[in-house]
């Protein structure tokens, strides 16, 4: 049982990874005008580096899930997810200096006792 936590939790760490990767990789182009240069736009975002490593995250991320999903209920596995929502949060307030008032960690609070009570009661059963 604890492998298959690993599994998850690794899952949705690169997953929240994938999405702090591509958020670094889209802050060097700004605000995306779609009227001009759609083509080399879309260029130069395919070859950014923090894009492909993006993408490259989500890729593994994904091969984990699935094996996830061949040896764990879904309805266990998949809250996991919510993970993600903390660790991006997180992330973002670190890396970017994204704000992060009282509402949102009173949010990421709840979040967690959630998760700790979903994580218990796979123990349970």
């Excluded at 958020?23 to 240069?37: E, S, V, Y």
């Excluded at 070859?47 to 999903?69: C, D, Q, T």
């Amino acid at each position: 049982m604890l492998s298959n936590f690993i599994f998850i939790i690794s899952s949705v760490l690169l997953n929240a990874f994938a999405q702090i990767l591509l958020k670094a990789g889209m802050k060097q182009f700004g605000n995306i005008d779609l009227k001009n240069n759609i083509m080399n736009t879309c260029i130069s975002i395919a070859f950014n580096p923090y894009i492909i490593s993006g993408f490259i995250a989500y890729g593994v991320s994904i091969l984990l899930w699935l094996w996830v999903l061949s040896k764990v209920d879904v309805s266990l596995a998949y809250p996991f997810q919510a993970l993600g929502y903390i660790v991006v949060t997180i992330l973002a307030w670190i890396i970017f200096q994204e704000n992060i008032n009282y509402i949102r960690i009173i949010a990421l609070i709840f979040i967690t006792i959630g998760l700790i009570i979903l994580a218990f009661s796979a123990r349970i059963n």
